[in-house]
């Protein structure tokens, strides 16, 4: 009878109530830590394996050279990683951005309009040059090498103006170019990168002389 009644005790009862409570409250927060996990680290969360990945540290407009400010690493797991991603910082030091990205959006190969200069390598910089034909500039691709040539002066030939040019971005006919005073209608911007003499040079006379180019 005395071991009955000390089971039957109010403090047993009351032991086995914190019990009870202390096991429910390491289960929430078990469940809690679980869920804000899988929200932070989807991939690692479910032991699915993460690859490093170069993505963008803030908002990057096109024809940025990229620095080691405008990158940074994240892990994102395979089935989420984009093909041709970078996994290393140090590709993507020097090179040029062919497109504007997001911060926290990846970088990809075709994102990038350049390699890395090599040393010695003169500096460069993008000029617009508006192409006199538009439907040239339909067959333009970031990244991809033209000549710029100039239309002739009177009693000369045409004239390369730029060798090897990269092309940054091709960028929508403007408002301006539909103005019926504006005269007829000329091909988009186009941006391209070139070394700094060479861009000044065809930054000017693309302002006298009508341009396009020829594609490598």
Request: proline share 10%; net charge positive.
């Amino acid at each position: 009878m005395d071991v009955l009644a000390k089971l039957r005790s109010p403090d047993l009862t009351r032991l086995q109530g914190r019990r009870t409570r202390l096991l429910r409250r390491w289960l929430a927060a078990g469940l809690l830590l679980t869920g804000l996990l899988l929200v932070a680290h989807p991939g690692s969360a479910r032991g699915a394996p993460t690859i490093p990945t170069v993505v963008a540290a803030r908002d990057l407009p096109s024809g940025t050279m990229l620095r080691a400010a405008d990158v940074r690493l994240a892990d994102f797991p395979g089935e989420a990683r984009p093909s041709g991603a970078l996994s290393t910082l140090d590709v993507a030091a020097g090179r040029l951005l062919a497109g504007a990205v997001r911060a926290g959006e990846p970088l990809t190969d075709v994102r990038l309009a350049s390699t890395i200069p090599a040393p010695g390598d003169p500096a460069t910089a993008t000029v617009p040059v508006r192409l006199a034909d538009s439907a040239v500039a339909e067959l333009l691709r970031p990244g991809q090498r033209v000549d710029v040539v100039a239309a002739p002066e009177p009693g000369t030939s045409a004239s390369v103006l730029a060798g090897g040019a990269t092309v940054v971005t091709i960028s929508s006919p403007d408002a301006a170019s539909a103005r019926p005073l504006a005269g007829p209608a000329k091909g988009p911007l186009v941006l391209l990168r070139l070394p700094e003499a060479i861009a000044t040079r065809v930054a000017a006379i693309s302002l006298d002389r009508p341009v396009t180019v020829t594609l490598r």
